[in-house]
Nanobody, 121 residues
Framework: VQLQASGGGSVQAGGSLRLSCAASGRTFSRYTKGWFRQAPGKESELVAAVGWSGSSAYYADSVKGRFTISRDNAKDMVYLQMNSLKPEDTAVYYC???????????????WGRGTLVTVSS
């Protein structure tokens, strides 16, 4: 496993969670990193992504203003702070990395195991 997501759990609507993604085996500190999610019966969705320097980021409209992506290249970590959670945020969240520049259409090559986030109303 090269990427491992953690920090998921169960929370009530309006609550917060912070997801973390750690790299192992090799470094991805110069890679674009993103967070995807997949809810039951739905396609995978890019939630947020951050360029390798941390100066550029992308957010899906559904999470803008509520989620914040950040990274620590010294630790080769990426985080997703999720606030004001809604039941529709319930999904398995995956972190991923790509050597390509940040773009909504960027193809990601490296995937980690997901972490489940459950938001109850």
């Amino acid at each position: 496993v090269q990427l491992q997501a953690s920090g998921g759990g169960s929370v009530q609507a309006g609550g917060s969670l912070r997801l973390s993604c750690a790299a192992s085996g090799r470094t991805f500190s110069r890679y674009t990193k993103g967070w995807f999610r997949q809810a039951p019966g739905k396609e995978s969705e890019l939630v947020a992504a951050v360029g390798w320097s941390g100066s550029s980021a992308y957010y899906a409209d559904s999470v803008k203003g509520r989620f914040t992506i950040s990274r620590d290249n010294a630790k080769d970590m990426v985080y997703l702070q999720m606030n004001s959670l809604k039941p529709e945020d319930t999904a398995v969240y995956y972190c991923a990395a790509t050597p390509r520049a940040l773009s909504v259409a960027t193809r990601y090559d490296v995937w980690g195991r997901g972490t489940l986030v459950t938001v109850s109303s």
